[in-house]
């Protein structure tokens, strides 16, 4: 049997439980909306939207993690690293709805639990393992990529957390929770270095490129490289 890990399917956890993840993924996206207002401007609003397509792409391609296991990029590390928390969840959220709505990847009444898990859990601490880790050790090159990759091991984990104490609150299966957490926790660490060089390699390679469209560390730049000159020859 071949077991793809983190999209939930329909009946897998309760109806109430349902419910209220969908709520709360509600309630997410909205306090998201107002927060991406102040992150968008004319450089984050068309990296969101790339962000977004190469989530989905990479979402599509799995990869072998154990026996009988797959795995794939959840992308919210990378999207919160580019682009800034909200907008990042923001990105994945949309990823995991049209995933789910048109290609019934993840059960349409388990949309709040997945959204909740692989969007909103895995920008939050994915933006803030970056961030306090940028911080402690300073920005370059290879620090960004060692920040970004610790970023998006440590998000997968938690987000594989989340889904445990969903399923400890209102699982419909019969084997225990602890049971349930052995199992997620280790194939999602194995998971999560997979997400982390996904993560590390594209940040870094954006930052080489253009280090102004890393959201993550703009603040932290020298205000000449926030500067971009026209290419030579437009008018």
């Known amino acids: 049997m071949h077991v793809q890990t983190m999209h939930i399917p329909d009946g897998f956890i309760n109806g109430p439980v349902s419910l209220v993840a969908m709520v709360i993924a509600a309630l997410g996206i909205v306090i998201c909306l107002r927060g991406a207002r102040k992150q968008l401007d004319e450089r984050t609003a068309p990296m969101a939207g790339l962000v977004a397509v190469f989530i989905f792409a990479m979402q599509m391609l799995n990869f072998p993690v154990a026996a009988g296991t797959s795995g794939h990029l959840l992308g919210g590390a990378l999207a919160a690293i580019l682009v800034g928390p909200y907008a990042g969840a923001l990105a994945v959220s949309v990823v995991i709805l049209v995933q789910g709505l048109l290609f019934a990847d993840g059960g349409l009444s388990a949309i709040g639990l997945n959204i909740i898990n692989m969007g909103l859990v895995t920008a939050v601490v994915g933006w803030f393992v970056f961030r306090w880790t940028i911080r402690a050790i300073g920005v370059s090159k290879p620090k960004v990529f060692f920040a970004a990759f610790l970023a998006g091991l440590i998000a997968v984990p938690v987000s594989s957390l989340a ?30 270095i997979g997400e982390g060089l996904i993560t590390a390699l594209t940040v870094a390679a954006v930052f080489l490129a253009r280090p102004d469209l890393v959201y993550g560390v703009r603040d932290l730049l020298p205000k000449q490289v926030l500067v971009v000159e026209p290419a030579k020859g437009v008018a």
């Open 163 to 192: 889904f445990v104490l969903e399923y400890a609150i209102g699982g419909t299966g019969t084997i225990g929770w602890p049971t349930v957490m052995v199992a997620m926790t280790g194939v999602h660490i194995l998971i999560g």
